[in-house]
């Protein structure tokens, strides 16, 4: 799947989001190494504090479907923006705990235009095991 593909299945993907209280809707399309693709969507609760990303959904029904740290290629992130939609500040430290430092990140906005960063540029200095 090319880049233009995972981009597609975002922005498909994201009509499946549960958003009713934001109406904001998210699709995160997850490409694993081996060319599996894992859909995420935001889901939203009317305790708001118990809402779901899109990344995270993706995220956790890859580990759930038995993927392991190293197994994660990239991801698309898809909303209906004008900016580039980056991936919330809990999100990143999610990809930082399952991707490697190339991992890609592929930012969309609503007219499908796209920005690649590695998880790396995303979360420069980011907190994961140290050493001791
Ligand atoms: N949201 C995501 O799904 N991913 C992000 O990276 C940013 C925020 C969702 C959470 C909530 O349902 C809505 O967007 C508004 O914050």
Redesign the pocket.
């Known amino acids: 799947m090319n880049q233009q593909q995972l981009v597609e299945r975002a922005r498909q993907v994201k009509e499946n989001a549960y ?1 009713p209280y ?1 109406n ?1 809707r ?1 699709g995160a399309a997850l490409l694993m190494k081996d060319g599996t693709v894992i859909d995420g969507v ?1 889901v ?1 609760n009317v305790s708001f504090g118990a ?1 779901n ?3 995270r959904t993706a995220i956790f029904t890859a580990v759930a479907q038995g993927y392991k740290k190293g197994d994660f290629e990239a991801v698309a ?1 898809s909303g209906d923006t004008v900016d580039f939609l980056p ?2 500040s809990i ?1 990143r430290q999610v990809l930082v705990e399952f991707g490697g430092p190339d991992f890609k990140v592929l930012l969309t906005n609503g007219n499908a235009d796209v920005k690649e960063v590695t998880l790396d540029e995303l979360v420069p200095l980011a907190f994961t095991e140290l050493e001791m």
């Open positions: 958003s934001s904001f998210v935001n939203e809402t990303c899109a990344e992130v991936p919330c999100c």
